[in-house]
C-alpha cells in the first residue's frame, strides 16, 4: 500500500457528460500528478500540480483539467466525454516537484464511457 | 517526441529462471529511470529507481543502467509465478521532471 486513494474505483459515463476523479496523496506528499492509461498501454502523462499550481501538462486538451487543494489532494475532471476517454486513471504522488523524485501511485479509476 | 521503447512480449521463461527485461529511451538528457510492475486490473507498484551507470541490486531484482547506449534493463532472478505481470519501463523528461513511461512488457513465468 503506497497511501496514495483515489474515489471512485469504477464509473461509467455516456458521451457528453463530465466526470471528477478525485485523489488524496500520501502524507508528507506535497506533488500530485495524473496519468491516463488505455488498455495495452503504458501511462500517459495528463499533468502535475504542485502545492496547488499546475506544473506541467501533458498532450491532452483543455477539457482535461484539474485541482489541488491546500491539504494536497488533487481532483480530475473531464468535461465532454468521448468513447475514447475510457481508460483507467492513476494519480501518483511525490515528495515533491522539481526533482527526480520517485511516485507513487493509487489504486487508480476505472472509466468506461458509452 | 521522447520516447521510451519496451518489447510487449508476452516473454516466458520457466520458474527458477532469471527474466531480462530491457528499455531503451530517446531523451540523451534523461537522469532518472525506474521500473514499475502492474499486476492486470492493479495499479503500478515501484520496484527499483536506478540514476548512475552500472548494476542496482534488490533482492531477485537487478536493474542495469548504460546512459551511452541509452538503455536500461531489469534482471529479475529465481523467477516465481507470482513475479508474472507488466513490467513498465518509466524515464523522467530532462527539463521537466515528467514521467515517460515505455507500453510495458508482459512476463509469464510458467510453473
Known amino acids: 500500500e503506497t497511501g496514495v486513494t483515489q474515489s471512485p474505483t469504477h464509473l461509467i459515463k455516456t458521451r457528453g457528460q463530465q466526470v471528477t476523479l478525485r485523489c488524496s496523496s500520501q502524507?508528507?506528499?506535497?506533488?500530485v500528478s495524473w496519468y491516463q492509461q488505455a488498455l495495452g498501454q503504458g501511462p500517459q502523462f495528463i499533468f502535475q500540480y504542485y502545492r496547488e499550481e499546475e506544473n506541467g501538462r501533458g498532450n491532452f486538451p483543455p477539457r482535461f483539467s484539474g485541482l489541488q487543494f491546500p491539504n494536497y489532494s488533487s481532483e480530475l475532471n473531464v468535461n465532454a466525454l468521448e468513447l475514447d476517454d475510457s481508460a483507467l486513471y492513476l494519480c501518483a504522488s511525490s515528495l515533491t516537484a522539481g526533482g527526480p523524485e520517485t511516485q507513487y501511485f493509487g489504486p487508480g479509476t476505472r472509466l468506461l464511457v458509452l | 517526441q521522447k520516447e521510451v521503447e519496451q518489447n510487449s512480449g508476452p516473454l516466458s521463461v520457466p520458474e527458477g529462471a532469471i527474466a531480462s527485461l530491457n528499455c531503451t529511451y530517446s531523451d540523451r538528457g534523461s537522469q532518472s529511470f525506474f521500473w514499475y510492475r502492474q499486476y492486470s486490473g492493479k495499479s503500478p507498484e515501484l520496484i527499483m529507481s536506478i540514476y548512475s551507470n552500472g548494476d542496482k541490486e534488490d533482492g531477485r531484482f537487478t536493474a542495469q543502467l548504460n546512459k551511452a547506449s541509452q538503455y536500461v534493463s531489469l534482471l529479475i532472478r529465481d523467477s516465481q509465478p507470482s513475479d508474472s505481470a507488466t513490467y513498465l519501463c518509466a524515464v523522467i523528461s530532462s527539463g521537466t521532471y515528467k514521467y515517460i513511461f515505455g507500453t510495458g512488457t508482459r512476463l509469464k513465468v510458467l510453473a
Open positions: 502524507s508528507g506528499h506535497n506533488t
